[in-house]
């Protein structure tokens, strides 16, 4: 799970890279960073359900 999320932010960044829209671009940075912060959560409380 926490790797698709990851893969979903890097194709997000890839896309605002590549976007020639400003508001679009914007819109997909913010997405990426969301999935990364999610990826970070789920890795957290994977980590607590090991101990």
């Known amino acids: ?3 698709a999320i990851k893969k ?3 194709i997000a960044e890839r ?3 590549q ?3 400003a ?3 914007n819109q ?3 997405l990426a960073e ?3 912060a999610q990826a970070k959560v789920i890795k957290r409380n ?3 359900k090991r101990k």
């Open 15 to 17: 896309v605002a890279t």
């Open 34 to 36: 969301a999935f990364r």
């Open 46 to 48: 994977k980590k607590k």
């Open 1 to 3: 799970m926490q790797k």
């Open 19 to 21: 976007t020639a829209d």
């Open 28 to 30: 997909m940075k913010t």
């Open 23 to 25: 508001f679009v671009a």
């Open 8 to 10: 979903q932010a890097i």
